[in-house]
């Protein structure tokens, strides 16, 4: 086997060269994510057969760094200097490749470089990738199946690279990416029900943990509506794993909602906890609803716990094309979007309707629970939106209408790093919804714990 240096500061990046270059080239890679570290390792000629660097490491020149100090050594070695960051890229001194995440092109190199045969990456049947969301992998400690990265935007499978065996420790990495703003990893589409089971029974195992704290509880909340999102968007069907799993979930949202009692702190709470943006809206949308329903002079508690579970499921089958897509918000820019497939756009269309369909063969569903999923974008056949929003639909419907814009109003203003000021969304959704019916819930949220 050879070795090498690996000169990188960006933890994805590693792994994926960790993995791929000693399964395609036998290379074993030392990896430093400080430059300085990495000029230790060569003062001591304990590099190996190649260096890798990332062009810049910590915003110095690595490139330019490392070639000054193996000549003033007087030292030979290939060096693979990836971006062109660096004054040395794209000279005679080292090999230079693009800055993306080319794997098939660094295997390549390297196995020129090394003189050894790589072995070939096309021979290998690829299989369909499935997005997992990293809520979900957080789960596990170590990886259920191989796991992949997509490494580009494109949808071809070429672009999917391994990223992690079956067995390797995750945990610490999987908390690494999420902080770095990765959302979903891959795993191939065949073992997707089997490891989503298997999430659900750790995950269930935790909601039952009387002792988690608030941030814990959002979190692991959260893998649960990924789960059964997971499982709905697979088998279109209420099993009982989804049902025993979405009551927990629900007892859970009630009580992250009476642990964080004003509308600002629990969307803080949820954004510092980095939620995907459905269980967010819904979160939130479940705590404002119930708010209108008690404050509302027809609202009882029978209409908040129909409200709370229409809330958890309205926006279910949405869950794989957020998962697909993890940089968008808002359900009604989601048709509009090009990056959407037909059959997506399809699903964002129907997903009122899905959804109303599944809740009916839910065991003891609250009566009525499926007319306000299908009323829920203000149409009565449950598909498309409505901009102009009638009477002819329930009044919990309404409700829901209502909580629903204004969590979107509460998270825009955060996206443009607005202080969301009560009276100002107030005054937006009464511009935006003119019937009296509508008006009257509206008025409610003038009390709401802001
Ligand atoms: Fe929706
Ligand atoms: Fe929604």
């Known amino acids: 086997m050879a070795h090498g240096l690996l000169v990188s500061d960006h933890h994805l990046i590693n792994d994926i060269y960790h993995f791929n270059l000693k399964a395609y080239v036998d290379l074993g890679l030392t990896t430093k994510v400080s430059l300085d570290e990495a000029l230790k390792v060569i003062e001591l000629d304990a590099f190996g057969d190649i260096i890798i660097t990332l062009s810049q490491v910590g915003e110095r020149d690595a490139g330019l760094e490392i070639i000054e100090l193996l000549d003033k050594k007087g030292i030979e070695v290939p060096v693979i200097v990836v971006g062109e960051k660096s004054k040395v890229s794209n000279t005679s001194k080292v090999s230079t490749l693009p800055a993306n995440l080319n794997i098939p092109l660094i295997v390549k190199r390297c196995a020129e470089i090394l003189g050894i045969t790589a072995q070939d ?113 697979e088998a279109k069907e209420v099993t009982p794993q989804v049902v025993e799993i979405s009551k927990k979930c629900m007892d859970s949202v009630k009580t992250i909602i009476q642990e964080v009692p004003r509308a600002k702190n629990l969307l803080m709470s949820m954004l510092e906890n980095k939620t995907g943006y459905l269980y967010l809206h819904s979160v939130m949308g479940t705590y404002v609803a119930r708010h209108i329903v008690n404050e509302i002079s027809w609202g009882s508690e029978e209409h908040a716990e129909k409200l709370s579970f229409v809330f958890f499921f309205h926006d279910m089958f949405l869950a794989p094309v957020f998962a697909r897509h993890p940089e968008l918000q808002f359900e009604e820019d989601l048709v509009f979007h090009d990056s959407l497939s037909e059959r997506e756009k399809e699903v964002v269309i129907n997903h009122a309707r899905l959804a109303s369909e599944m809740v009916k063969t839910f065991p003891r569903c609250p009566m009525g629970a499926d007319a306000i999923i299908l009323q829920h974008h203000g149409t009565t056949n449950g598909m498309g939106f409505t901009l102009d929003y009638k009477d002819d639909i329930s009044p919990l419907a309404k409700v829901l209408i209502i909580s629903d814009a204004f969590v979107e109003e509460l998270i825009r203003c955060k996206n443009e790093i607005r202080d969301p000021l009560l009276g100002d969304i107030v005054t937006l959704l009464h511009k935006r919804f003119t019937k009296h019916t509508y008006k009257k819930i509206i008025n409610c949220l003038d009390s709401i714990s802001f």
């Open 121 to 233: 990456m096309i021979a290998k049947s690829v299989p369909d990738f499935y997005p997992i969301p990293l809520t979900l992998l957080e789960a596990f400690s170590e990886a259920p199946c191989a796991v992949f990265v997509k490494t580009s935007r494109s949808t071809s499978n070429d672009d999917f690279v391994q990223v992690f065996e079956k067995g390797t420790s995750i945990k610490a990495k999987v908390s690494y990416y999420k902080e770095k703003g990765v959302s979903n990893l891959f795993i191939p589409s065949g073992l997707r029900l089997e490891v989503v089971n298997e999430a659900s029974k750790i995950v269930m195992g935790l909601l039952d943990d009387p002792n988690l704290d608030a941030s814990q509880r959002v979190k692991v909340t959260e893998q649960g509506y990924d789960i059964v999102g997971g499982l709905l968007g």
